[in-house]
């Protein structure tokens, strides 16, 4: 908490996104990161040097998929020793987690591990066009919680996977692990097919209610309840402002440009970009846990809980 409100009084970024690569193995339809020209990639100084300039509370190491860098791990590590203090996760899809490499994750000093997960079965392996994916992940959540590790599975909450949301819940609680869910965006791929349509608002409401039971009785899910109960306002139409892209939640692509969130066009070299002479971004474009949540107001309940977990 000492670490948050110095974050907070200097006024520094909230989170860093890292991205180590665009590149991905796997094919996902609403994301387009596989189908880019392979871009130029900063190597692990320039990582750290970004860290230093921003001094955020916390930095999330990501890809297309982190671990086709080779040096993921020696980046992550450095990331983490930096001088001061800050919480480090990491978002895979899982395919690269064997055993050995799990635990040298885990050996970095890694303060969180997310896995995606958008089905609780082998239908993860069809959407992701990695046959095989969902049983590596069933093995290798457990067997990291068994250790100790924090993980988190990362669910994309859209109408395919709707009915499977608690399920998935409960495939996280079976493993060990917690659960985020966040709310679908066409922005990445101008994919509009995995949308709610109107008919699906009233089962979309009920599943939220049923996610926030099963977050009260279990406790692993990681989302606010103020974020689940705004869902709805968004897809129904409701434009929500106040976006903090750009000043609380910076993006930094692979080659070190400033992007103000992952589906935003890059603004800046990291170098020279200043989060607090930058003018907010307008865009209301999507409602995705990454802003839901910073924009969830902090309550003594919240305060309660982080202190609690």
Request: glycine letters at 6%.
């Amino acid at each position: 908490m000492v670490a948050l409100a110095e974050n907070r009084l200097r006024q520094d970024p909230l989170n860093i996104t890292l991205e180590l690569t665009r590149r991905c193995n796997a094919r996902c339809d609403y994301c387009n990161h596989w189908q880019e020209q392979r871009q130029a990639e900063q190597e692990l100084a320039e990582f750290v040097g970004i860290v230093a300039r921003f001094r955020p509370f916390s930095v999330t190491i990501c890809g297309g998929e982190p671990f086709l860098r080779r040096d993921a791990l020696e980046i992550i590590a450095a990331v983490k020793r930096a001088p001061g203090w800050r919480y480090v996760s990491i978002i895979t899809n899982g395919w690269f987690l064997t055993d050995e490499k799990a635990a040298r994750l885990v050996d970095t000093g890694i303060d969180q591990i997310n896995i995606s997960l958008n089905f609780p079965d082998e239908r993860q392996d069809v959407e992701r066009k990695l046959p095989g994916l969902y049983a590596r992940i069933a093995h290798i959540v457990p067997w990291l919680a068994a250790r100790g590790a924090n993980v988190q599975l990362n669910t994309i909450l859209m109408d395919d996977n709707l009915d499977d949301a608690v399920a998935i819940a409960e495939r996280a609680s079976e493993w060990g692990a917690q659960v985020t869910y966040t709310l679908y965006s066409e922005l990445p791929a101008d994919n509009h097919a995995h949308l709610f349509p109107p008919e699906r608002h009233a089962r979309l409401r009920q599943v939220l209610a049923a996610l926030t039971a099963y977050r009260r009785a279990h406790g692993n899910i990681a989302n606010t309840p103020w974020y689940f109960d705004t869902i709805p306002t968004y897809v129904g139409g409701t434009a929500i402002p106040d976006c903090t892209a750009g000043k609380q939640t910076l993006h930094v692509s692979p080659g070190g440009l400033v992007r103000p969130c992952a589906e935003l066009p890059p603004v800046e070299h990291w170098s020279t970009y200043d989060p607090r002479k930058v003018a907010p971004v307008t865009c209301t474009r999507c409602f995705q846990a990454c802003r839901g949540e910073v924009q969830a107001p902090i309550t003594i309940a919240r305060i309660v809980e982080t202190l609690r977990s």
